[in-house]
């Protein structure tokens, strides 16, 4: 199967949006309607939402995604089959995520110091008729390959510790072991981390 990778670019919001209401959850997933926005989503955004009309209110993630990637501020790895985008890997520098800060979720700074330049990748998001053929797992080489020529010291992502379940956003252990990740036990999970060979740039 030829499956092309590549970084998220600001050009494709609309490619993005069309995989996430025609193709992300066509098998009836919970997470149907996310946009993959949630990292970036505070308090005040669902304020402002929830005072909208009720038939207003799912337009609203669809359309923060279209702005925040084409402001360059979701970031992430698609692949694409047939001109088409099948699946997202959500990625980016840890602290451009809101619900990633060191207030929000301090656990997850265990081990990291002030100076480090960390990866998150926050979800997986994989067509189902493409589960089981390796997407998730070429995202997450490509993000590490990604990560250690443009000047990262570390990549982590947040893992289920037991079996796969799609409505576990960042897949199972298994798989990131299998790439050389650390596992690190925290007080309300794990986190999954791999120290990478820093070079100049952060594109991400």
């Known amino acids: 199967m030829d499956i092309k990778i590549q970084a998220l670019d600001s050009g494709m919001a609309l490619q993005y949006v069309d995989f996430f209401e025609n193709r992300a959850f066509s098998d009836g997933n919970i997470n149907k309607g996310c946009y993959c926005v949630w990292h970036h989503w505070t308090e005040k955004h669902e304020y402002e939402r929830s005072l909208l009309p009720a038939e207003e209110r799912p337009s609203v993630k669809r359309n923060y995604a279209i702005d925040l990637i084409e402001q360059d501020r979701l970031h992430g790895f698609v692949a694409w089959h047939e001109n088409k985008i099948?699946?997202?890997?959500?990625?980016?520098?840890?602290?451009?995520?809101?619900?990633?800060?060191?207030?929000?979720?301090?656990?997850?700074?265990?081990?990291?110091?002030?100076?480090?330049?960390?990866?998150?990748?926050?979800?997986?998001?994989?067509?189902?008729?493409?589960?089981?053929?390796?997407?998730?797992?070429?995202?997450?080489?490509?993000?590490?390959?990604?990560?250690?020529?443009?000047?990262?010291?570390?990549?982590?992502?947040?893992?289920?510790?037991?079996?796969?379940?799609?409505?576990?956003?960042?897949?199972?252990?298994?798989?990131?072991?299998?790439?050389?990740?650390?596992?690190?036990?925290?007080?309300?999970?794990?986190?999954?981390?791999?120290?990478?060979?820093?070079?100049?740039?952060?594109?991400?």
């Open 86 to 204: 099948i699946g997202f890997c959500n990625a980016d520098l840890k602290n451009n995520y809101f619900r990633m800060s060191k207030e929000k979720n301090p656990d997850s700074w265990t081990g990291i110091d002030n100076n480090n330049k960390v990866m998150a990748i926050v979800c997986f998001t994989i067509d189902p008729n493409y589960r089981g053929k390796g997407i998730a797992k070429k995202l997450l080489s490509y993000a590490c390959d990604f990560a250690s020529h443009n000047g990262y010291d570390y990549i982590e992502s947040y893992p289920s510790d037991g079996e796969f379940n799609p409505n576990l956003c960042c897949g199972n252990r298994s798989m990131y072991e299998s790439q050389g990740f650390t596992i690190i036990n925290v007080s309300d999970g794990i986190v999954a981390r791999k120290q990478v060979n820093g070079c100049e740039e952060h594109n991400v």
